[in-house]
């Protein structure tokens, strides 16, 4: 079993969120630029500030996207982190301020 990491992420604006969210996982999840080694299914817990707020949220996740240090094209190294059950609320929080732009996003940190 993995130890629990902890990562804080502030997101400066709402392009950056539209960039980083990734609706296509059920209960959402955030693309989290790091070059710090996860592995795929590490525990993360995230101190994460969404644009335009000041409370800073704690958020279970597990890690499900790995773009490691030196992938190709321009893609920023980082890793992809899925809300945990209890965090439904990040999701619907997150999905409540990207309202209507969700399907329309350029392309994202991860796909």
Same mark, same amino acid.
């Given at each position: 079993?993995?130890?629990?990491?902890? =990562?804080?992420?502030?997101?400066?604006?709402?392009?950056?969120?539209?960039?980083?969210?990734?609706?296509?996982? #059920?209960?959402?999840?955030?693309?989290?630029?790091?070059? &710090?080694?996860?592995?795929? !299914?590490?525990?993360? *817990?995230?101190? =994460?500030?969404?644009?335009?707020?000041?409370?800073?949220?704690? @958020?279970?996740?597990? @890690? *499900?996207?790995?773009?490691? #240090?030196? @992938?190709?094209? &321009? &893609?920023?190294?980082?890793?992809? @982190?899925?809300?945990?059950?209890?965090?439904?609320? *990040?999701?619907?929080?997150? #999905?409540?301020? =990207?309202? !209507?732009?969700?399907?329309?996003?350029?392309?994202?940190?991860? =796909?």
């Amino acid at each position: 079993m993995s130890t629990q990491k902890a =990562l804080a992420l502030s997101i400066p604006d709402m392009p950056t969120l539209l960039g980083a969210y990734m609706a296509f996982l #059920e209960r959402g999840g955030l693309f989290v630029p790091t070059r &710090r080694y996860h592995a795929l !299914g590490d525990p993360i *817990v995230l101190l =994460l500030t969404l644009p335009d707020d000041t409370q800073q949220l704690t @958020v279970h996740a597990e @890690v *499900v996207w790995i773009s490691p #240090e030196g @992938v190709s094209g &321009r &893609r920023i190294p980082g890793i992809g @982190v899925h809300f945990s059950q209890q965090d439904y609320n *990040v999701r619907d929080q997150i #999905e409540a301020r =990207l309202a !209507g732009q969700l399907d329309t996003a350029p392309p994202s940190y991860t =796909l």
